[in-house]
């Protein structure tokens, strides 16, 4: 069974130059220098569709204006798709800033038809736009109730899950929705023909010769009399998105906002493709121009490829939160610079104690965009029989192949940056306390290839407290007559 979503945008031409979760400041969008669009501030000072740019400045003079920019409502309907591409492979741009959605085939993936409305809010929250919803069997019946939800909270229903419910609701649909009925809606209204269950009981073949094919096709389509033929949106190869800041912005908090728009553009690409993200790119962008200044990049890796929008909207507050911008952003961009095949979740029966390896993952990829990447450190030990060299440690990102050491040897857990010289008391090495030797000598020789030359004798030792340390003393290089010197360079958990 097909059902359709339509998301009609009725603020479009003003929420391109400013968000809806910025604060209004009495804008006003000019269309051949007449009004087209306006703030709430705006419309709460008195002005009206159609007015002219004079009378609006006596009525708000601190009013914003903004000259209509049809290639950026353009671009704005074209990010909305890619957004939505997340919950269908279905979507297309239809006519008068509206979004069609099949999502016949995603209710049971997404919870049902209200969870998935839900979901669709929060994501043209996320992308700043304001969007009247309708729902219907068919993707022109569908439009119609998104178009009449902007013309009141309390016009009727907005979702119809059958064509049982669909028909008595379009019929109560003021005839003024259609498009193609505007050229004869005077004498329509003329004939006492005001709803679009009044335009299907007049005979069809005269309203076809007066008002031609184009009216009855749209309301067939309407009605599920006639199928409709649709344009899908088609993901590109590669992802790159960039959104302008209305303003120079300092605070981390407000870039994020509008960061967090192209993640859910970029979800929308992956889930289209398939794919997920190991590592994405964002750059801030400052000032252009005679004082340009280069523009500041951050390449979030991931310890594991993800989809999913809430996980890297996360990582990306970290990075933000804790980075200093060398000047205010006017620009911010994102580019998918790594991805990989989507590997598809499996749920076991009985959840792991410790939490999953994803959990792990998502856990490591917190720390790391918050301490940063260097200070993030997993074990690498190398085939050396030097302590030192054998315990290396790399990024916790860095793919390392570690050696296999042999098992039968004993190393403590943690290892000192360097040794310590022991003091000897009664002849003993002491650390805290005096030390007991409680193993034979395990000796080390290697170096000799390089000239680091290594000859000890290592020993573990316990002490008073009864921790147990590894101590070594040199065995070559010593001057003939001086003291034995030992070292500890380990402690064992």
């Known amino acids: 069974m097909r059902l359709w979503i339509a998301l009609y945008l009725p603020l479009l031409q003003l929420e391109v130059f400013r968000p809806r979760w910025l604060s209004d400041e009495g804008e006003v969008v000019l269309d051949q220098n007449r009004v087209s669009a306006m703030s709430a501030l705006a419309r709460a000072a008195g002005v009206q569709a159609d007015m002219r740019r004079g009378g609006v400045q006596m009525l708000l003079p601190d009013a914003i204006f903004h000259q209509r920019d049809t290639a950026r409502e353009q671009e704005a309907l074209h990010k909305v798709a890619m957004a939505l591409l997340q919950y269908s492979p279905q979507v297309a741009e239809a006519e008068d800033a509206t979004v069609l959605i099949d999502i016949g085939a995603s209710l049971r993936l997404f919870g049902g038809i209200r969870s998935l409305c839900r979901r669709i809010s929060q994501t043209m929250l996320a992308l700043g736009l304001s969007a009247e919803m309708g729902c219907a069997i068919t993707a022109r019946g569908a439009w119609l109730l998104a178009h009449n939800a902007a013309l009141g909270k309390r016009r009727g229903r907005k979702r119809s899950l059958s064509m049982k419910t669909l028909l008595p609701m379009l019929d109560r649909l003021p005839l003024a929705l259609l ?11 003329g004939i006492a023909c005001r709803r679009l269950g009044h335009l299907r009981q007049l005979p069809r073949p005269g309203l ?3 008002c031609g094919k184009e009216l009855l096709q749209t309301l067939d389509c309407a009605y599920g009399d006639e199928n409709e033929l649709f344009s899908w949106i088609e993901a590109p190869p590669g992802f790159r998105a960039r959104t302008e800041l209305p303003d120079r912005m300092e605070h981390a908090e407000h870039i994020l906002l509008f960061a967090h728009s192209l993640l859910v553009q970029l979800t929308g690409w992956l889930t289209a493709k398939q794919l997920a993200v190991t590592k994405i790119t964002v750059q801030l962008e400052h000032e252009r121009g005679r004082q340009a ?13 993800t989809w999913r929008e809430e996980h890297l909207l996360r990582l990306l507050k970290e990075r933000l939160a804790h980075l200093d911008l060398a000047a205010p952003v006017i620009a911010v961009s994102l580019e998918a610079s790594q991805v990989e095949a989507m590997q598809a ?6 959840p792991e104690p410790g939490g999953s390896v994803e959990d792990h993952h998502r856990l490591v990829e917190l720390l790391v ?5 260097d200070n993030v450190l997993h074990a690498a030990p190398q085939a050396d029989h030097r302590p030192e060299v054998a315990n290396a440690w790399v990024p916790v990102l860095q793919k390392s192949k ?3 050491l042999p098992a039968q040897l004993v190393r403590p857990a943690w290892l000192f940056a360097k040794p310590i010289a022991l003091m000897l008391r009664d002849h ?17 020789e290697a170096g000799w290839w390089n000239g680091q030359l290594v000859t000890r004798d290592y020993h573990i030792a316990e002490g008073e407290d009864h921790v147990h340390y590894w101590i070594y ?3 070559i290089g010593k001057l003939e007559g001086e003291h034995t010197v030992w070292y500890v360079q380990g402690v064992f958990g």
């Open 179 to 189: 498009p193609a009925a505007s050229p004869w809606l005077g004498w329509l209204h």
């Open 473 to 475: 003393k040199e065995r």
């Open 293 to 305: 200044i280069p523009p500041t990049s951050m390449l979030i890796a991931l310890a594991e490829a």
């Open 402 to 404: 570690p050696a296999s």
């Open 208 to 210: 076809q010769r007066r």
């Open 428 to 444: 003993r090495p002491f650390y805290h306390s005096r030390l007991k030797l409680v193993s034979p000598a395990e000796r080390i």
């Open 345 to 350: 979740p499996s749920d076991s029966l009985f």
């Open 369 to 373: 965009a918050r301490l940063g990447a």
